[in-house]
């Protein structure tokens, strides 16, 4: 018998090379009067995204605001009362998935008077109402799967910090336009970091204690696309074929964790990430094998999770007809060589110190992972990254 489950909504979805062209003409559906949120980094110099950008003014009054990291409730805040007097007809997000982020934000905060601070969870005391105005998110990084969330992460970096989610089943994107040439500008430093994190959320979901059969299909097929992909897109950034595997894989995963949670990586790129200034992919990705590695030692060997790991350690093996274990080693030994390759920094070059580790793995959620860890296994997990 099928497992019963339920899906979350998605948004309108248009993927494929060259479809960047297509925006201006989409907006017109939505209206003339367009705010455009963007990165500080080189998407905007770049030849694709100045072209772009003409393209959206060629037909349209468009506003602009910029999001220079991992945004956080003053930078939402500072935005909405830029803009409180216009009555946009939609927000488009063109950036990495901090900027989507963001542009998921605004979009839902325009025309309220409250601080987006006082709806964040686990922060604030009260709860969205689902309005926004409509929003578009053009990824140009493939990471976060923020396109076909239903959440934004709000962040706060320092001792009392936090990364929290703005959530509300109405703030799915109304529309995801994914190019896979727009990842082109991306360096090699951004590339490894953005596809670990889609690699760990696909993994994540797919083990996850609420995985269900239709998501681990999607999560499946999206983690074939980043075994095969995300090496040659490392190394070589104009090879649009691998680009776009990538991108195909970083959709599937927001699709996957949007329904089935995420696991212990991302438990701690919330508790790390809120108090020390480290991009989220770095985290989800030095900590990626040692989460696999562990959870996988703790698991019954005839577990279904540990059968999943099975499988995905298949994908990256050479031989066949080997047993369950021989394809669990293979993955997570692989997952740490693809680590040390792609050259992911320790979190000590943050900042991160064996003093402050305890406090770290006490707040750190272990959600939807096959494995319930201990504060100490927390503990034992980041001081093999330190």
């Not at 497992?3 to 989409?26: A, C, D, Q, W, Y």
């Not at 542009?103 to 309220?112: I, P, T």
């Not at 949670?261 to 989220?280: C, D, K, N």
Request: with cysteine.
């Amino acid at each position: 018998m099928v497992k019963s489950f339920s899906i979350s909504p998605t948004p309108s979805i248009i993927f494929g090379v060259g479809k960047r062209r297509e925006l201006h003409g989409l907006l017109q559906k939505f209206g003339k009067k367009v705010l455009i949120i963007t990165g500080s980094g080189s998407f905007s110099k770049s030849e694709a995204g100045r072209q772009l950008l003409d393209d959206i003014q060629s037909l349209n009054t468009c506003y602009f605001a910029s999001v220079p990291g991992e945004p956080t409730p003053e930078m939402v805040d500072e935005t909405v009362s830029k803009y409180k007097t216009v009555a946009f007809d939609v927000v488009v997000a063109i950036g990495g998935g901090s900027v989507l982020d963001a542009g998921k934000a605004v979009s839902a905060m325009l025309g309220k008077n409250n601080s987006v601070i006082e709806f964040l969870e686990g922060v604030g005391t009260k709860q969205p109402d689902g309005t926004k105005v409509p929003f578009i998110a053009v990824p140009t990084t493939s990471g976060t799967g923020s396109e076909a969330t239903k959440n934004a992460v709000i962040s706060r970096v320092g001792e009392n910090g936090f990364k929290k989610s703005l959530r509300h089943d109405n703030y799915i994107p109304n529309l995801a336009l994914i190019d896979p040439e727009l990842t082109i500008s991306c360096s090699k430093e951004v590339t490894a970091a953005s596809g670990l994190d889609t690699f760990t959320q696909l993994l994540e979901a797919y083990v996850s204690t609420k995985s269900s059969p239709f998501i681990d299909a999607l999560a499946f097929d999206g983690l074939e696309h980043v075994v095969k992909f995300l090496k040659p897109a490392w190394e070589d950034g104009n090879n649009t074929e691998a680009r776009s595997g990538v991108s195909y894989a970083a959709l599937l995963s927001g699709i996957a964790l949007a329904n089935a949670g995420l696991g212990t990586v991302h438990g701690f790129a919330s508790s790390v990430g809120g108090m020390f200034p480290i991009p989220h992919g770095v985290v989800c990705g030095t900590l990626m094998a040692e989460c696999a590695a562990f959870t996988i030692e703790k698991l019954e060997k005839s577990s279904e999770a540990y059968m999943k790991y099975a499988k995905v350690g298949r994908l990256v093996s050479s031989k066949a007809n080997e047993i369950d274990e021989y394809y669990c080693n293979a993955l997570t030994h692989y997952l740490h060589r693809l680590t040390e390759e792609m050259q992911i920094p320790a979190l000590s070059s943050f900042g991160v110190t064996r003093e402050i580790v305890p406090q770290l793995a006490a707040i750190t959620e272990n959600k939807n992972n096959p494995v319930t860890f201990s504060t100490e296994e927390l503990s034992y997990i980041l001081e093999k990254r330190l």
